[in-house]
């Protein structure tokens, strides 16, 4: 250690290095390092210093790194950069990446680097990563992805059943509520056998079904403003399925709070409407500053739904926190998406923060979470949201 | 002037439609006249104090009219004005 700490001076340049599970014998079967260099070669030199022999997995005999290893800095392979003379910065992330040897006799394998994703995987997830947005790096970025999916129900279930066959490692699923039959006609994560079961339990069996490698985390509780910020904290983006307006501005105000990511959606009748609240370009509260009195807004259960379009808007849902997390493609933040079943049209309006935003504007002064119930005009507390005609059953 | 009017929820149910022609030359005299022709439609829309509720929004083709001149914002032939109350339903 001492000897290589001397190579470096205090401000040493230092990256992260993933280490594919070919080369862990030299690290000790560590997937990540960490290590030194200004550049990409002297950073592979620090990682022969350190991993004696690393260098001769790099490089071929001509002194090339050979066609079937990938070296990303950031997610960008170096020969789309400078090679390697690819300048570093401190906190920079480096992978080194050799492609699959050979194949199963499955011509639609894809031939780029694996990230370490196993062969079943590299199976499972074919069709994304055989497409450059999203690659093996991110479906690595995917399976590393926290998400927290709000409400097991109409639109709560097309997003976490998509998420979760896309491979997103960790999925929250928040619900207090028990499957009722009337929940079936759009409810896909739920079957008849499950009917008075916790949504969240057979949330849980319905995605282990489908993929067992997602770590789903039940939370069988309802979202409170005591709860709200511990829960949220967990996760790195936040999928809006809730069914009431006191819960709509919880979520809101705590995802502000938090800087956390809000994919939104709502459904009626027969129109949907999803967008994107990202940290600092503004939040429900920009768009409508006040709920509306109790009873005028008809819920789903009063009014009705079609069962397949809360499936259309979860699946945006789903596309879009997808898309977050590759950092692919341009997001519904600043736009409000808007469908109409009966005519089948999509439409778009814009929106914007609002500087006068009382959560997130110049000046906020709502700065901590409030007693919802009372600000959307229901009397009571926390107990009455369980009992809200627009609360647990749509 | 002569607009498209594209309604959603409880506006559509007392309409009977899920969207109307109307007209006005600004915002403010599309709602009346949709409100002389469907009696209550002004009341869904505006409080007492004549200003528009703070979960509704209306739309001037893709922009918000509160980032416009509000209910005094000009109406053009052919315009598309889209009225949208919060939804909350997660079904």
């Known amino acids: 250690m001492s000897s290589a700490d001397h190579t470096h001076s205090e401000d040493a340049i230092a990256v992260s290095v993933y280490v594919p599970s070919p080369f862990r014998r030299l690290t000790g079967n560590r997937s990540l390092v960490k290590a030194h260099g200004k550049d990409v070669a002297e950073l592979l030199e620090d990682l022969e210093r350190q991993f004696p022999g690393f260098r001769s997995l790099v490089f071929n005999d001509e002194n090339e790194v050979p066609a079937h290893i990938n070296i990303y800095v950031n997610n960008r392979e170096i020969s789309t ?3 390697m003379a690819t300048p570093l ?3 920079d992330q480096v992978a080194v990446i050799p492609a699959l040897a050979g194949g199963e006799g499955d011509s639609e394998r894809p031939a780029r680097s694996p990230w370490a994703l196993t062969e079943q995987q590299v199976l499972r997830y074919s069709r994304h990563i055989i497409m450059p947005q999203v690659g093996s790096v991110g479906q690595r970025k995917l399976m590393e992805a926290r ?5 097991a129900g109409g639109l709560g279930s097309p997003a976490a059943l998509y998420l979760g066959l896309a491979g997103v490692g960790t999925l929250g699923i928040l619900d207090f509520d028990a499957v009722d039959l009337s929940n079936l006609q759009r409810q896909i994560l739920h079957r008849t056998e499950d009917v008075g079961r916790p949504k969240v339990e057979s949330a849980r069996e319905t995605i282990a079904a489908h993929n067992p490698e997602v770590r789903v985390v039940p939370h069988n509780v309802a ?4 709860n709200a910020l511990d829960i949220i904290s967990q996760y790195d983006i936040v999928v ?3 069914d009431n307006f ?6 809101n105000d705590a995802c502000v709070f938090l800087k956390k990511p809000l994919v939104d959606g709502s459904v009626l009748l027969f129109d949907g409407q999803a967008t994107v609240y990202l940290p600092g370009k503004g939040c429900y509260r920009c ?3 006040t709920p509306p009195p109790p009873g005028l807004v008809p819920s789903c259960a009063d009014a009705g739904v079609l069962g397949a379009l809360p499936g259309v808007i979860g699946c945006i849902q789903a596309i879009e926190t997808i898309k977050l997390i590759l950092g692919a493609g341009e997001s519904l933040s600043g736009r409000l998406l808007l469908f109409d079943a009966l005519s089948m049209e999509w439409r778009t309006v814009r929106i914007r923060r609002d500087p006068e935003c009382v959560v997130c504007g110049e000046h906020p002064t709502v700065t901590e979470l409030v007693d919802y119930e009372e600000f959307c005009g229901f009397p009571g507390g926390s107990h009455a949201a369980a009992g809200l005609p627009a609360g647990s059953q749509l | 002037m002569a607009v498209e009017v594209h309604l959603t929820s409880v506006l559509q149910r007392l309409v009977g439609a899920k969207s109307v022609m109307s007209e006005g030359a600004t915002v403010g005299e599309l709602l009346a006249n949709l409100d002389a022709a469907y009696p209550g439609f002004r009341d869904q829309i505006t409080g007492e104090d004549g200003q528009l509720h703070r979960f509704v929004n209306i739309y001037l083709n893709d922009e918000d009219i509160r980032y416009l001149d509000a209910l005094d914002t000009a109406l053009q032939d052919g315009d598309v004005v889209s009225i949208l109350p919060a939804l909350a339903g997660g079904a």
Request: proline residues 7%; hydrophobic residues 35%; glycine residues 14%.
């Open chain 1, 81 to 83: 950069l400078e090679g």
């Open chain 1, 246 to 251: 006191p819960a709509r501005y919880l979520t």
């Open chain 1, 89 to 91: 910065r401190d906190g």
């Open chain 1, 147 to 151: 998400v927290l999916v709000l409400g």
């Open chain 1, 223 to 226: 979202l409170t403003s005591e």
């Open chain 1, 240 to 242: 809006n399925g809730m």
């Open chain 1, 287 to 289: 768009l409508y500053p």
